[in-house]
């Protein structure tokens, strides 16, 4: 059974950090392309960071590069999206995905995932 499981949300001013964690079983986590994606109410899920197998492929979204650090550690099947200097609009509920394809690490699209977590609610006051 393949679970992906998000922790680490919560209530946060503008400027403050967060570090949301994703434990995984049931596949090969060690050869899987992973991704976070955001969904804020009323808008598309977005793609926002990718990693690859080995974390030598990493691609960020425009809306987070410089401020979001994506990180995997293998040994514990667990997937890390560091987030600081967090702004409002980063406002969403924030989830762990695994894609089918490394060759999909870049293209940030939801339709290119094969598993998803249930998410992890991140609120960014002003």
């Known amino acids: 059974q393949v679970q992906l499981v998000e922790s680490g949300g919560g209530l946060v001013q503008a400027g403050g950090s967060l570090r949301l964690s994703c434990t995984t079983s049931g596949f090969n986590f060690g050869a899987a392309p992973m991704a976070w994606f955001r969904q804020a109410p009323g808008q598309e899920r977005e793609g926002i960071a990718s990693i690859s197998w080995g974390s030598s492929n990493i691609f960020y979204s425009d809306s987070v590069k410089g401020r979001f650090t994506i990180s995997r550690d293998n040994a514990k099947n667990s997937l890390f999206l560091q987030l600081n200097s967090l702004k409002p609009e980063d406002t969403a509920m924030y989830y762990c995905?695994?894609?089918?394809?490394?060759?999909?690490?870049?293209?940030?699209?939801?339709?290119?995932?094969?598993?998803w977590g249930q998410g992890t609610q991140v609120i960014v006051s002003s």
């Open positions: 995905a695994k894609y089918t394809s490394h060759g999909f690490l870049s293209h940030h699209r939801a339709s290119d995932v094969e598993f």
